[in-house]
C-alpha cells in the first residue's frame, strides 16, 4: 500500500513539474529549455523540487511568481 502512494506522489510531482515549466516559460517568453535552464541556475528548481506540493495547490500565477523571485534572490535577472 505504501509504494502505490509513494508511487502517486512521484506522478503527482512529475506532473506538476512537467505542467509548471511550460508555464514559466510562457510567462517570460522564454522557449522551455532556456526556462529550464535559467530555473537550474537560479534556484528556481531546487524551490520547485522543495515546495512542488505547496505550489500546486495555488493559483499557477503565484507559483510562476514565486519561483521567479526566487530566481531574482539569486542573481537572476527577470523583467
Not at 508555464?23 to 526556462?35: D, H, P, R, S
Amino acid at each position: 500500500m505504501e509504494s502505490k502512494k509513494l508511487n502517486k506522489n512521484i506522478r503527482d510531482k512529475i506532473s506538476f513539474v512537467s505542467f509548471i515549466i511550460p508555464e514559466f516559460a510562457f510567462g517570460y517568453k522564454m522557449g522551455m529549455q532556456e526556462a529550464y535552464f535559467y530555473l537550474k541556475k537560479y534556484g528556481g528548481m531546487d524551490f520547485l523540487n522543495k515546495h512542488w506540493w505547496a505550489l500546486h495547490t495555488e493559483n499557477p500565477f503565484y507559483a510562476i511568481r514565486d519561483m521567479a523571485q526566487v530566481c531574482r534572490n539569486n542573481g537572476g535577472n527577470l523583467k
